[in-house]
């Protein structure tokens, strides 16, 4: 029987020669030990939530989902240690109970903590950082199984690569992460005219702890979340309000409205101002984490670019006319976060804007996305390293000040390439 793995979106799969599913890190270290007797490769899957290619292998896959214990925590100092497979939700809940929070978290929680942090996943917040910037020391096991431990005491460099690395220095077996007193949030949203937000961008942003939109290619106006902590109870929603909110109108009937786009791409105007007006005023408060998440069941892929924040609202209107042009009924998404100095972290050195483009299932993304990036690429853009783009080592390399450091830490733990794959080899480049 034919080992094989899938994506969560369904379009990227490989079959490996080997899926493993280890229970110890000392199981971890096996494994390694007999890729590197049969000259394998070997590849990470986390929660499989990446459109790109990063973890595809023939050789031996790991899949961690059951290292996922919280191993140890301190609420004195709010600093905790996972195990690298245990997902942002797990954790969010286990950590609750201890009185401690992530700081910020982006818009699904499903993803594991190695996984969200090696592709520099995010959250939005002009004054936060990106979920990496959490990392206060990783375990990491390189091809031999020896294991090191990376923070900024023990190998300022190993870790500062470490933080964001596409899995192309090692295993990620555990992490110690900095968060915060667990907290409520009160999250509103309420539709806005996209002009009248660009107009006053600084203002939405610096205003509310974290602040993001989703606009339609074909309204004038945009879905605006805010989400700002504050001195309240929790208040839960009920199931039915959740169920009506979340799955209902979120997932079954935007994606009703996503297939008769698909069916008859001449309706993705009329399904863009219904879908946008649709978004009207919602108020919850709650736990941190319940607050930044929602389920999502619709099946699409996505291209997403961080580009330096000054440039936001021009880059924001070109792609919004751009996409007038091609069929998609798919929102565009944008969000802000802090600078960080992880050298592949796409908002390293600079207050960064994100803009995220989406394709639905079944339709034709390339020539979207292809457009879309040239318009990133005007803007010095980086692209997140979980999600579709078409760059290569060549093209990103100038975009990054500290690409050949991280090219000297992979080359000093992984010098063989054990740990690299088709879609390294092209964005990063061989490791020699």
């Not at 973890?55 to 896959?61: A, E, I």
């Not at 609420?75 to 286990?94: C, F, K, P, W, Y």
């Not at 096991?141 to 923070?151: F, P, Q, Y």
Request: charged content about 25%; hydrophobic content about 40%.
């Amino acid at each position: 029987m034919t080992n094989s793995w899938v994506n969560w979106a369904g379009d990227q799969q490989c079959a490996p020669a080997t899926i493993a599913t280890p229970r110890t890190t000392d199981e971890v270290a096996e494994i390694l030990g007999r890729a590197g007797d049969a000259g394998q490769t070997v590849r990470v899957a986390g929660a499989g939530h990446s459109f790109t290619d990063a973890v595809l292998t023939d050789g031996v896959l790991l899949d961690l989902r059951n290292l996922n214990r919280v191993l140890d925590v301190d609420a004195a100092t709010g600093r905790v240690r996972v195990e690298a497979g245990i997902t942002l939700n797990a954790a969010s809940n286990a950590l609750h109970e201890h009185g401690l929070a992530f700081p910020n978290l982006g818009d699904i929680d499903v993803q594991t903590v190695a996984g969200a942090t090696a592709t520099a996943t995010h959250g939005t917040g002009g004054a936060l950082q990106n979920l990496s910037a959490a990392l206060h020391s990783i375990e990491l096991m390189l091809a031999d199984g020896s294991r090191v431990e990376l923070n900024a005491e023990t190998d300022p460099e190993g870790w500062r690569a470490a933080r964001v690395s596409v899995g192309a220095l090692g295993v990620v077996t555990a992490a110690t992460l900095q968060l915060v007193p667990s907290f409520v949030l009160e999250g509103v949203e309420r539709p806005v005219p996209v002009e009248d937000i660009l107009a006053d961008l600084d203002s939405y942003i610096d205003t509310n702890d974290h602040y993001e939109f989703y606009m339609f290619a074909h309204s004038p106006v945009a879905m605006t979340k805010r989400n700002n902590a504050v001195e309240l109870a929790e208040q839960p929603r009920g199931k039915a309000v959740d169920w009506f909110a979340d799955m209902l109108m979120s997932n079954y009937t935007f994606d009703a409205l996503c297939k008769l786009g698909r069916w008859q791409p001449r309706l993705v105007p009329l399904i863009h101002r219904g879908a946008a007006y649709a978004g009207s005023y919602r108020r919850q408060v709650d736990r941190s984490y319940r607050v930044f998440a929602s389920p999502r069941l619709i099946r699409f892929t996505e291209m997403e670019y961080a580009i330096p924040r000054e440039h936001s609202a021009a880059a924001i209107r070109e792609i919004k006319e751009l996409s007038t042009r091609f069929d998609t009924p798919m929102p565009i998404e944008v969000r802000w976060v802090a600078p960080d100095d992880a050298f592949l972290s796409p908002a390293t050195g600079r207050d960064t804007c994100y803009i995220a483009v989406h394709q639905y299932r079944g339709m034709a993304y390339e020539p979207y996305f292809r457009a879309c990036e040239a318009v990133f690429d005007k803007y010095n853009g980086r692209p997140h390293w979980g999600k579709r783009h078409f760059q290569t080592a060549d093209t990103l390399r100038g975009r990054y000040p500290d690409w050949d450091r991280f090219a000297e830490v992979r080359r000093r733990f992984d010098p063989k390439g054990r740990f690299s794959n088709g879609y390294l080899n092209r964005v990063l480049g061989p490791v020699d």
